[in-house]
């Protein structure tokens, strides 16, 4: 019995070395000075549908925030083409110490999760649930003017080589085109750049049936610029021509025509 005793006593301290104890893991605190690495910062849902593999043609409909880092300790929130408003911030505790204009006498605190890549800013006013929190980075964001920047977030989704399609009972080669994140374009037709509205004041002039606005600029002619329809499903983008119905004088509202023409782009 005595050595049955110590052979189960041998078998337990073998276990016990062979399965040690796990030590815990630490958890990972995300440096907050990362985050001021990307000067662009969109609200997460709004990123999301946009990047989406189809983008929803009511994405203008959506709520689209934006938190630009500009010069020295300057940062600006907006609301995606139509407002913007200005804060100083501070590190303290790896944390941001945001103040608003307007709202001195709040603190805002922004926290930097490394696993998911969010930025979360609480809001100075806790009963404004329309208020923006969460954040993520976008690279390659044009911010040196605010009034493109959601517009260069548009180029950035459309950027891309296509070929153009033949349409039903149409005869020709299919056409290699481009749209590059800058604005400009190779083969689409008859302007120079272009501006996609995903969002902001303007950007829902196109209804029944609602889609996505893009502005087509020529040199030159600024000021006038053609308004177009666009949807992306997929890799498949389509463009249509539109025609102001608004009433003179008042804001443009435009209907889908023609079908101007349909790109798949490459991968």
């Given at each position: 019995m005595k050595?049955?005793?110590?052979?189960?006593?041998?078998?337990?301290?073998f276990a016990s070395c062979q399965n040690p104890t796990p030590a815990p893991i630490k958890p990972v605190t995300a440096d907050i000075t990362a985050v001021l690495q990307h000067k662009y910062w969109v609200s997460k849902s709004f990123n999301d549908a946009l990047f989406a593999p189809n983008?929803?043609?009511?994405?203008?409909?959506?709520?689209?925030?934006?938190?630009?880092?500009?010069?020295?300790?300057?940062?600006?929130?907006?609301?995606?083409?139509?407002d913007a408003g200005r804060g100083t911030y501070k590190i303290a505790n790896n944390t941001l110490?945001?103040?608003?204009?307007?709202?001195?006498?709040?603190?805002?605190?922004?926290?930097?999760?490394?696993?998911?890549?969010?930025?979360?800013?609480?809001s100075p006013d806790s009963s404004n649930t329309y208020w923006p929190t969460d954040f993520v980075a976008q690279d390659g964001i044009d911010v040196n003017n605010m009034d493109n920047i959601t517009i260069n977030l548009g180029r950035k989704r459309l950027a891309g080589n296509y070929t153009k399609m033949a349409e039903k009972g149409e005869v020709g080669i299919a056409a290699l085109c481009e749209l590059h994140a800058d604005g400009t374009q190779v083969n689409f037709g008859d302007f120079d750049t272009y501006e996609p509205w995903p969002s902001g004041i303007g950007s829902g002039f196109i209804q029944n049936p609602q889609r996505a606005l893009m502005y087509l600029i020529k040199k030159g002619k600024e000021q006038d610029p053609t308004a177009a329809a666009w949807q992306l499903h997929g890799d498949t983008l389509r463009i249509w021509e539109t025609k102001n119905i608004g009433a003179e004088g008042d804001l443009p509202e435009y209907k889908v025509t023609k079908l101007q023409g349909t790109y798949l782009k490459s991968k």
């Open positions: 050595s049955l005793v110590q052979l189960l006593l041998f078998a337990v301290l983008v929803t043609d009511t994405l203008s409909n959506l709520p689209c925030s934006e938190l630009v880092f500009g010069k020295g300790d300057t940062v600006y929130l907006t609301a995606c083409l139509s110490q945001i103040v608003w204009e307007g709202f001195e006498s709040k603190t805002c605190t922004g926290t930097f999760d490394d696993k998911s890549r969010i930025l979360h800013v609480t």
